[in-house]
């Protein structure tokens, strides 16, 4: 990959997200190679692109940690359902994917990520070796977790675990990280989970799954084996601060303290878990334990768009109701998630604009008028709670410029 030297000139806000949650005012930043270099009132020298950024904030850029990108040619195929009848008509779809298809969802849905402010995405499905084809077509950073369950229940050609391993080794970029990704305890068996996370620790890969998604999913499993999801994976040594684990919304208090002894991220999908009725993560019980949580959009068939912006407005109101407490999930803890708490989940060096991270960084039109009135100490609730992602002008990814004044580079 060719790098360029790129100064992001006098902007006008810098939303840090560093250790302070500093908010820098009329600085600029130099990146080089695919990091930032400098961050400073006055940086001087030769540069290959000048972005002024006078009339724009400078934030990190948002990373959604689970979705399904190539469902989004299933966008509204299932809308108002029941989920029994959602997964039986999904699933029923996933059985006619193929490379094309999957290949053209991808597309889809990177370009829709891309224009909305998302920098980095976690993915679980098949076929990923051609979502990695995509992705670093566009110059997008992703975590691939290639779907791995037993083979009895499987739509995929051959046996996921050994396709798993087999994409894996084959992924040679600095932008696409591969994963394993368990569908959940459901489809997934004990010999299945143990043998996944094995070759993980092996090869220092990352783990993803579904959890606790759905009340049935708890309940059906305790009835298989006289524990919850968590518990089961907690005794049989699964969990670890490799693994993400996507919903996490039937869960107790002593589960949730298990995930936080773990250092297991979860990863909240609002938008999905409230279409499909399954319920509502505990926010609230999740901070008290101090267990990191990222955000995700799910897929299109049960969001139905990749928005994260979106998707941290309905977070941010979603926990207030269901607590009865204004003051849970604030802007900053939603934002948190939403970046930092990403990057924590995914263990990527990003995240924060702070010289030496990597330069994934978008910047948002601030002239619109649901910005007003605009001042420093109003930014961070105008991102959640006013703005949405048509305000996102720009995206540097890995130090280069992939959409510059809303044009996608190519």
Not at 1 to 28: A, G, H, P, V, W
Not at 295 to 311: H, I, K, V
Request: charged share 30%; hydrophobic share 40%.
């Amino acid at each position: 990959m060719i790098f360029m030297k790129i100064l992001l000139k006098n902007c006008r806000y810098i939303l840090t997200q560093n250790k302070n949650r500093d908010i820098l005012e009329n600085q600029s930043i130099l990146i080089e190679e695919n990091k930032i270099s400098k961050i400073s009132k006055s940086i001087k020298g030769n540069f290959d692109e000048i972005i002024d950024c006078s009339k724009k904030l400078v934030m990190p850029g948002l990373i959604n940690c689970h979705t399904h990108v190539a469902m989004t040619l299933m966008r509204g195929i299932a809308d108002d359902m029941n989920l029994e009848d959602f997964l039986k008509k999904t699933f029923r779809l996933d059985k006619e994917m193929d490379k094309d298809k999957v290949k053209k969802g991808a597309e889809i849905g990177i370009i829709e990520m891309i224009k909305s402010g998302t920098t980095c995405f976690q993915d679980l499905y098949y076929y990923e070796d051609v979502v990695a084809e995509v992705a670093e077509k566009f110059g997008m950073r992703a975590v691939l977790a290639w779907a791995v369950l037993d083979k009895e229940y499987t739509t995929q050609k051959g046996e996921p675990l050994k396709n798993a391993i087999k994409f894996s080794k084959s992924i040679k970029s600095e932008l696409i990280k591969p994963a394993f990704g368990l569908q959940g305890v459901y489809v997934c068996s004990k010999e299945t989970f143990e043998k996944s996370k094995k070759y993980a620790n092996e090869k220092k890969l990352l783990l993803h799954m579904h959890l606790s998604e759905t009340r049935k999913e708890v309940e059906e499993h305790i009835k298989k084996t006289g524990k919850s999801p968590t518990k089961w994976l907690y005794e049989i040594g699964f969990l670890s601060e490799n693994l993400s684990a996507a919903h996490c919304v039937w869960l107790t208090d002593e589960e949730i303290k298990m995930l936080n002894e773990k250092n297991v991220s979860v990863v909240h999908c609002p938008s999905s878990n409230l279409k499909l009725a399954s319920g509502c993560m505990p926010w609230k019980e999740m901070k008290k334990f101090g267990v990191n949580i990222s955000l995700g959009t799910d897929g299109c068939a049960s969001n139905n768009n990749l928005d994260m912006f979106e998707e941290m407005h309905i977070s941010a109101l979603i926990h207030k109701y269901a607590s009865m407490d204004a003051r849970v999930a604030n802007a900053q803890e939603i934002l948190d998630s939403a970046t930092i708490f990403g990057a924590k989940a995914l263990k990527i060096n990003s995240g924060s604009v702070e010289e030496g991270k990597l330069a994934d960084l978008i910047t948002l039109d601030i002239s619109d008028l649901r910005w007003f009135p605009l001042n420093k100490n109003t930014l961070i609730s105008h991102i959640v709670y006013s703005i949405n992602s048509s305000c996102v002008i720009d995206s540097i990814i890995n130090g280069k410029i992939i959409m510059r004044e809303r044009k996608i580079l190519k």
